[in-house]
């Protein structure tokens, strides 16, 4: 089963209208690659600028709400971001989970919202470094993967990001042998939920990839991609991710 990879960056809250010149240079080097995807997941305030900017790369948002409209003050539908120019959406980040507090049933809600209003979804899971050092990250992983994979999903459209939480902005990466152990146990799981079609879902490793170990973990067993944070900031350090796939 051969998977297109996915390179995609995560702005979080950073970026301006004069940082999108950066997208120049990430939409030339996606150009120059047609063989993956490459995606970029900026602020809400910058998805419409940025689509119209770089309408060859694919824009998204980093969340969506659940609900299609109403009383949700400070929040943004699925619809809405749609409408303002994003192809896919993030969601269940695990700074989402931490500052928000939210669940795996809630990244399930946003995940059926964003699919039903014609998005692409990057569903998060990973575990923090407490699970992961009691022996526990395997079955923190396939437990949010159970809870919020929608049951409708299928690699059209749903992408999986494995981001151990530890591992985030940090400078620290699991091994190689462990990334290929949760993918593999990851894959196992979405089997079991979602059966033939999940051996088309990707499932992108995220959590410090840079320039220099991007080579090695996209080369990793079962890792069909990368969720990139600060390293997607700039090209200069965006572009050789996107050449090592
Ligand atoms: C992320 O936030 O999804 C991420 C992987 O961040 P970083 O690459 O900065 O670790």
């Not at 980093?62 to 994003?86: F, I, L, W």
């Not at 091994?175 to 033939?196: E, F, M, S, V, Y």
Request: aromatic share 4%; hydrophobic share 45%.
């Amino acid at each position: 089963m051969t998977r297109r990879k996915l390179i995609a960056g995560n702005w979080k809250m950073n970026g301006s209208l004069a940082t999108l010149a950066e997208l120049d240079g990430i939409a030339a080097a996606a150009k120059a690659r047609p063989d993956i995807d490459v995606a970029v997941a900026v602020p809400f305030t910058l998805i419409t600028p940025a689509a119209t900017r770089v309408p060859s790369l694919s824009i998204g948002a980093q969340d969506v709400h659940a609900a299609d409209s109403g009383a949700h003050t400070g929040c943004v539908s699925a619809a809405m971001v749609r409408e303002a120019g994003a192809r896919f959406t993030i969601v269940g980040h695990s700074e989402r989970r931490a500052d928000q507090h939210e669940t795996s049933q809630d990244a399930w809600a946003k995940a059926t919202a964003a699919h039903r209003h014609g998005l692409n979804v990057i569903l998060c899971c990973g575990e923090t470094e407490a699970e992961r050092d009691a022996g526990r990250a395997e079955r923190v992983v396939q437990a949010q993967i159970e809870k919020s994979v929608p049951e409708n999903a299928t690699g059209d459209w749903l992408t999986l990001a494995y981001e151990p939480r530890w591992a985030i902005g940090t400078g620290r990466t699991p091994t190689l042998d462990d990334i290929a152990a949760i993918h593999a146990i990851a894959r196992a799981k979405l089997r079991a939920l979602i059966g033939d079609a999940a051996a088309q879902v990707r499932i992108l490793y995220g959590g410090s990839v840079t320039g220099d170990n991007a080579a090695a973990i996209l080369s990793t067993a079962d890792v069909d991609g990368a969720l990139v944070g600060g390293a997607s900031l700039t090209a200069a350090k965006f572009v050789p991710i996107i050449e090592a796939a």
